[in-house]
C-alpha cells in the first residue's frame, strides 16, 4: 500500500477498525475511509461505496459481537449479520477489483477442545464451543469464502485470527460484554463506590 492508496476499513467504528485507522493514520496513510452510515447488511448500499470511494485495499472488521450471554441470547442476530456483512464486502471487493482485502475473523473459529498453542490445522477438526457456535459459524464461513474466491478468481483475500482483544472503544456493558471487559467495570465500579467485594 501507498500512503495515498484507497483504503477501506469495513467497521471502523469497532475496537479493532477504530485501532486500524489510528495505526493507517500514524504511518502516513492519508485516504483511509470507513462507512458513514451505510447498512453494511444492503448490498446495493455497499456496491455505491465501493463504485464512488473505489478502495483498492479492505480491512473487513465489521460485525456484530458480543460475550457469552450475547451469543447465548442473540445467535441468529450474530450469525445473520456477519455472514450477510462478510458476503456483502467480499463480493463487492472481487466485483470492483480490490487490490488486496484481509478478513479478520475470531479465535472462536478453533474447536472448544482444541491443543494450545492453536495451530491452522485445527480449524474444522473438532467441535465448536456451543455458547457461541452461530457466531463461530459465520466466521469461518468468511475464512472458506475467501479461499474460495481466491481459489476462483485469484483474488488476494487473506484472513487473520487474532486472539481476544481488549482496548479503548470495546464494550463494557453487563449484559452483553466479554469477561475481561465485564471484570474491569466490575472493578472499577467496585473501587469507585469504596466496596469491598465484588461478585464475580
Known sequence: MNTNSSIYVAGGNTLIGAAIQRALEKYGYCNTFSEKGEDLKNVTQIDALFRERKPEFVFLVAGKTGGIAANIKHPADLMLDNILIT?????????????????????????????????????????????????????????????????????????????????????????????VDALIRKMHEAKENNRKQVDV
Open 87 to 179: 458476503c456483502n464486502i467480499i463480493e463487492c471487493a472481487r466485483r470492483h477489483g480490490v487490490k488486496k482485502l484481509l478478513y479478520l475473523a475470531s479465535s472462536c473459529s478453533y474447536p472448544r477442545d482444541c491443543a494450545q498453542p492453536m495451530k491452522e490445522a485445527s480449524l474444522l477438526a473438532g467441535r465448536l464451543e456451543p455458547t457461541n457456535e452461530a457466531y463461530a459459524v459465520a466466521k469461518i464461513a468468511g475464512i472458506k469464502l475467501c479461499q474460495a474466491f481466491r481459489s476462483q478468481y485469484g483474488s488476494d483475500f487473506i484472513v487473520g485470527i487474532p486472539a481476544n482483544v481488549l482496548g479503548p472503544g470495546d464494550d463494557f456493558s453487563e449484559e452483553d460484554s466479554h469477561v
